[in-house]
């Protein structure tokens, strides 16, 4: 404000100054182009003189701009596309996650057409495409985004995550493995690499990706657990007989306290045949927190060790007498001893305590070893009619 009253300030001097010094100017200036004779006073000379530069200066400016109207108006209309393409690849983004995917993809086609980030754009149509299921179209995108190599992190992203939603985990590792080639540990990627290693099966790999985004501290120990246990189970499922012991003790002493690991082991173990393993490692579970869960593959025994196990499950018992499991158990090993009484009242204990399938089962198959076809016939009946 004080800067525009100085220049007003100034302006009102200088024509106070021009008025004074024009009127005690007393000169004139002669024109003469024979036979014309002109004489004007240099105060009108000068004004006329000025304003026939103005004068000119406006007619040869707009003669300039005239000129320049094509030019103008295609800088205009380059304007307005970039303006819409913009606007589109903004829409593109918001449309895609409010979840209208139709409606993205036609933003997105809008800025790739438009010059505006079209690999960013043909990206977001990709990921659009691939949430309507459109397979085929969201490949055509990704096809247009492989132009841009600086987008190469975004675009192998986005195709290992299509992939893996898609189940295809063998070309989905294959992206990731490429994204990592240059020794650095995206963890974006190591996420996408868990899901992809568990739905193929790859134990070994699961567990290695699962320690390495412990290590990033990108996984929690609580959400680490859940998934090294499945890694381990389905390991031990898998795993040649003959390296059990060798897979076992490679396990950190965290990890084999598991009692879901520990029951996984314990079935390789009985499916092998190494009982006395088995029953090693169920004790000593048992003796950290009671699994009634592994109670019926205690009760598996070659007939060597069966009175030892019954004579530790009696003892059991007597901290635990209503567990269905523990005395289903019991019933099973005196039936491999021929302990018939006692296995016809562990088992019957067992189906008061919670009636199941399996014990019916057993009664039955107790009943006809002892020749009692009515009772046999009655627990097949209830079995049957179980749900």
Not at 189 to 195: D, E, F, P, T, Y
């Amino acid at each position: 404000m004080v800067r525009l009253l100085l220049w007003l300030l100034g302006l009102c001097a200088l024509a106070v100054g021009l008025v004074i010094a024009a009127r005690h100017n007393d000169g004139f200036v002669l024109i003469q182009w024979s036979p014309w004779r002109v004489e004007l006073s240099l105060n009108l000379f000068i004004v006329t003189l000025l304003l026939g530069v103005a004068l000119l200066y406006s007619l040869f400016h707009f003669i300039d701009g005239l000129m320049r109207m094509p030019a103008r108006a295609v800088r205009y209309r380059a304007r307005q596309r970039r303006h819409r393409a913009v606007t589109a690849l903004r829409d593109a983004a918001r449309l895609y996650f409010e979840g209208r995917y139709g409606h993205a993809q036609r933003s997105a086609r809008v800025a790739v057409e438009g010059g505006e980030s079209p690999g960013l754009a043909a990206l977001i149509g990709a990921r659009a495409a691939h949430a309507m299921r459109e397979q085929v179209q969201a490949d055509e995108w990704l096809r247009q985004a492989e132009r841009f190599d600086d987008l190469r992190t975004a675009r192998l992203m986005t195709e290992a995550d299509i992939l893996t939603d898609r189940r295809e985990y063998g070309d989905a590792l294959e992206r990731i493995d490429v994204l990592q080639s240059g020794g650095q540990r995206h963890v974006a990627a190591l996420r996408l690499a868990m899901r992809a290693r568990r739905g193929l099966g790859d134990w070994g790999g699961l567990l290695r990706v699962v320690r390495l985004l412990q290590k990033h501290r990108a996984l929690t120990p609580e959400q680490a657990a859940p998934v090294r246990r499945q890694a381990h189970m389905g390991a031990l499922h898998d795993i040649d007989p003959a390296e059990l012991d060798s897979y076992w003790k490679s396990l950190p002493s965290v990890e084999r306290e598991d009692a879901q690991v520990v029951r996984a082991m314990c079935e390789a173990l009985v499916a092998a045949g190494q009982f006395a393993q088995a029953r090693k490692l169920i004790e000593a579970q048992i003796e950290r927190g009671w699994e009634s869960s592994l109670m019926t593959l205690y009760a598996h025994s070659d007939g060597g060790d069966a009175l030892a196990r019954i004579a530790r499950a009696e003892a059991w018992l007597r901290d635990h007498p209503d567990d269905a499991e523990l005395l289903l158990a019991l019933g099973r090993l005196c039936r491999t001893q021929q302990l018939w009484g006692k296995a016809q009242s562990y088992l019957e204990a067992a189906l008061a305590v919670q009636p199941s399938r399996i014990v019916h089962v057993e009664l039955a198959l107790l009943a006809e070893h002892l020749e009692r076809p009515d009772d046999a016939r009655a627990h097949f009946r209830a079995a049957a009619l179980m749900k």
